[in-house]
C-alpha cells in the first residue's frame, strides 16, 4: 500500500467513524491491517485475506481469511456495528442476500452497517492512477460494474433499513448506513 492508497483509506476510515457509536464493538470486514481499530479506539474483530502483518492491538482481534467463511464462531448480536470499507464493490452481486443475512445475524439490532463503495466512474480514474504507479489498485478489475444503488436493493426489511446516504471525495465514492431492524423474532433465542 502506498502513500496515496494510505490517504484513501484513512479519508474512508473517517468518513465511517463518524457513523459508529461511541466504544463501538465492530466487525471490520476487509481490515487489513486493522487501521479502522487504531483510528477509532474500537475493539472488535476484523478480516481479510491480505491481512498485512500489525502488532496487536488490545481488545481487538485480526483474522486472516474471507468474510463469512472464515469468521471464528461468534455469538450472534455480537457487534455494534460493521464496516466495509471499499469491500461490496468487490463482491459478486449473486453473494449480497447472503451477506446481509449473514451480517444481520451478528450485528445487535439497532446496530449499524456502515458500508463506503466507490462510483462506477472511479474504475477509469483507477486505472488510469494505477498506470502512473499513483495507487496499487487493490483488485480494481474485481468491481464488475458495481452499482451503488444495488446496496438498497440487498439491504432491506426484514432485517435492514437505510439510515443514511452520502457521497464524499467529490463525488466519488458513496456511505451508506444501514440499521439493524429490531423485531421480535431478532436475537439469539428467537424461533
Known sequence: MNWLDRY????RIREARRELPSGARVLDI??????LFALTGASGVGIDPDLAAVTSMPGVTLVKGLFPTDLPELPN?????????????HVPESELPM????????????????????????DTILHVLMRLHLVDGMEAHQHHGFEPVNLEKTFTAPSWQQAKHRTFQLGLNHVYVFERVASASSGPNAT
Not at 476487509?30 to 487501521?35: E, I, K, S
Open 8 to 11: 484513501l483509506q484513512k479519508w
Open 77 to 89: 448480536e455480537s457487534f455494534d456495528a460493521v464496516t466495509a470499507l471499499a469491500v461490496l464493490e
Open 30 to 35: 476487509g481490515t487489513y491491517d486493522g487501521t
Open 99 to 122: 451477506w446481509a443475512e449473514t451480517i444481520a445475524r451478528l450485528v445487535a439490532p439497532s446496530g449499524r452497517l456502515i458500508i463506503t463503495v466507490p462510483a462506477p466512474r472511479v
